[in-house]
């Protein structure tokens, strides 16, 4: 008998094609889990926007904590870069020459 599909293994697969892909955008994957998964971790949020499951998302931020960010803006995860500023959300903002540190 197939065993039932839970958030936790949601999570492990969006970790896992993050890290083959080294970025994942939400509006991609959220279809790719409804597909794969099914569409019980899915849901319509306040916005109209297809979502994935909370739960589901929260297995992926605990097993992804020190590693990935997230762009908010332009809706993705990405790898964890040396550069990168403390904390889970990075801003894609342009870096002005003058801000970089002296070599």
């Given at each position: 008998?197939?065993s ?10 969006m ?9 994942l955008?939400?509006?991609t994957?959220?279809y790719e889990?409804a597909?794969?998964?099914g ?6 949020n306040?916005?109209g ?42 801003s ?12």
């Amino acid at each position: 008998m197939k065993s039932e599909l839970t958030a936790k293994q949601v999570a492990e697969w969006m970790f896992d094609e993050l890290n083959r892909h080294g970025e994942l955008y939400q509006d991609t994957v959220v279809y790719e889990i409804a597909k794969k998964f099914g569409k019980q971790f899915t849901y319509e949020n306040d916005n109209g926007n297809e979502a994935i499951r909370k739960d589901a998302l929260s297995a992926f931020r605990k097993m992804s904590k020190e590693t990935v960010v997230w762009e908010r803006e332009n809706r993705y995860w990405r790898i964890r870069k040396p550069g990168d500023a403390p904390g889970r959300e990075q801003s894609c903002r342009q870096v002005d020459a003058r801000e970089l540190p002296l070599a």
